[in-house]
């Protein structure tokens, strides 16, 4: 009892250590100041600055350019991967084995030994400084993770569907597109998820490879250019970081919890089946 | 005739087959371009000084005490934030793999590794302004270890709760009590779960760039890296990198070793 006890209460305090930065920002957003304090009392005021700051202009624009940027090199990712997937699955053993270690460079490389590789590789060849430069890089850290969850669903799909399919007289395209497509399509679409909140979510590879001339900057980049020499955290920021922190709070639950629902209702039928 | 129909579509599966390897091409292409190349550059680069193949950028690097000293803090950052992530997270992965409620528990600990890193650290930094903590080496590794924590405990309960349950029940129906049955099997079973936590940890703690610098005004090593590469020394980053990838390696066969890389995909 006193067991359990302790270790509901150790798991909550390491719950509540990992919480406290997020909550602490979020609860003083309402506070309109940066001293941490509810002296003017519970204010809307950093959520207007958010729209009125004189840094508006330049959020929206880095706003703008994340979702760009994600969202081009994350559909590219996706085609590349997934015809890629298809490829390798159909490799000789040996060709496979070496073409997903390759696959798996990206993976387990360190981001920053990859962004200071891509931007010697950028500058050397003399790639055109901007977009370009940063699609192509996220395009090179996104695609193998779609491979990733491509691979599964081709290496446990039956092959026998397929010989049917051909059997039953589709041509090789056609049984490509209404057999093997729906079939991995849960891989695909699951593997554009995961490009598009890489792509999302990255800086290191980005802050490298932005150019300082092009003033290209993603919201990641444009936090760390704002905050890397300011003293502390201005309310417009405690505004800012609270929206997104809630955004993904709640995006990350709805899309886990309808992820547990359905393994139980599997589970469930399972059991009625068996 | 049947049978050579048959013959033939099999002919034909099978000439498909070849072909379709060609839809690895574009990719492999690709890869070979933006990932492979652009490594060979840095082995080269760190080879190359005044346009001559030499190893005169290794000795730069050995002899650039201010480079030197910020491997050895960033080894001392990076040793202390994984074994405290250890002992702060085993018992954590260790009581979720006993409860039923486990895996929903888990994902409140995944929860916050999907709020960009920046915005985590700012947060941070805030609380420790807040509370008139001074910025400093302290507060650094205890930034790192907010932010690699879920990556401790996430291998470590994916073992935790693989491990059959009846291994530590034979044990204790032969004799063993609670704590020799943890010394003696659970903790030997969870060893795999504990060597990619420690990678998934080390390593980038030690190539983080950003985080040491926002928490504390410290250099890491790969706050050393950007910085030379921003610089222009590319041939002293060049081999910084090279380091770097040589202990992403060296993990990486650990790793391999111990299982065959199934904990560490298990994070997505």
């Known amino acids: ?274 | 005739m049947n049978k050579s129909l048959t013959l033939k579509l099999k002919k034909a599966a099978k000439g498909f087959r070849l072909t379709r390897r060609v839809f690895s091409f574009p990719y492999i292409a690709f890869m070979l371009i933006f990932v492979v190349a652009p490594l060979v550059l840095i082995l080269v680069n760190a080879f190359i000084y005044g346009n001559k193949l030499s190893l005169q950028n290794f000795v730069h690097l050995a002899r650039d005490g201010a480079s030197l000293n910020t491997l050895w803090l960033s080894f001392l950052v990076g040793i202390i934030t994984t074994f405290s992530c250890i002992v702060i997270g085993y018992p954590v992965a260790y009581i979720l793999s006993k409860q039923t409620s486990g895996r929903l528990i888990v994902l409140l600990f995944i929860l916050p590794m999907w709020v960009n890193f920046l915005i985590r650290t700012l947060a941070t930094r805030a609380v420790f302004h807040a509370l008139d903590v001074r910025l400093g080496l302290g507060t650094v590794i205890f930034g790192m270890i907010y932010n690699y924590l879920p990556f401790m405990i996430l291998p470590l309960h994916t073992t935790l709760s693989s491990i059959d349950k009846s291994y530590s029940e034979a044990a204790a129906d032969l004799g063993a009590d609670g704590i020799t049955v943890f010394m003696q099997v659970t903790l030997p079973l969870s060893i795999p779960g504990i060597i990619s936590g420690i990678t998934m940890v080390f390593i980038p703690t030690i190539s983080t760039f950003a985080i040491s610098q926002l928490l504390g005004g410290v250099h890491l090593f790969g706050d050393s890296i950007y910085t030379k590469f921003i610089y222009g020394s590319y041939g002293v980053g060049s081999v910084m990198s090279l380091i770097m990838l040589a202990f992403v390696l060296i993990s990486n066969v650990f790793i391999n070793k111990t299982n065959k890389g199934e904990v560490s995909k298990n994070i997505w």
């Not at chain 1, 460079?105 to 400084?129: D, R």
């Open chain 1, 1 to 274: 009892m006193v067991k359990k006890l302790f270790s509901k209460g150790y798991i909550l305090l390491i719950l509540a250590l990992l919480y406290t930065p997020i909550l602490f920002i979020v609860v003083f957003s309402f506070s309109g100041n940066s001293r941490f304090t509810f002296s003017d009392g519970f204010t809307l005021d950093s959520y207007r600055a958010i729209f009125t700051s004189e840094q508006t202009p330049y959020l929206l624009q880095a706003l703008k350019n994340t979702f760009f940027i994600a969202a081009v090199s994350s559909v590219a990712a996706t085609i590349l991967g997934s015809i890629a997937a298809i490829g390798i699955y159909s490799l000789k053993r040996r060709s496979r084995r070496v073409v997903e270690n390759i696959n798996q460079l990206p993976i387990i490389n360190s981001e920053i030994v990859m962004a200071v590789s891509l931007m010697l590789f950028f500058v050397t060849f003399k790639f055109p400084e901007g977009y370009l430069r940063l699609i192509l890089a996220h395009i090179s850290f996104c695609t193998p993770y779609v491979v990733l969850s491509v691979m599964p669903r081709l290496t446990q799909m039956d092959p026998n569907i397929y010989e049917a399919a051909l059997d039953l007289g589709a041509n090789p395209f056609r049984a490509l597109v209404t057999v093997l497509i729906p079939i991995i399509s849960p891989g695909i679409l699951s593997g554009f998820a995961m490009a598009f909140t890489l792509s999302l979510d990255d800086f290191i590879i980005t802050q490298l490879n932005k150019g300082a001339t092009t003033g290209i900057d993603t919201l990641s980049t444009y936090i760390y250019s704002s905050q890397r020499n300011a003293g502390g955290l201005r309310p417009f920021w405690f505004a800012v970081f609270s929206i997104i922190i809630v955004a993904i709070v709640t995006f990350v639950l709805i899309i886990n919890l309808k992820k547990a629902k359905n393994i139980d209702q599997k589970e469930k039928e399972n059991e009625k089946s068996a």
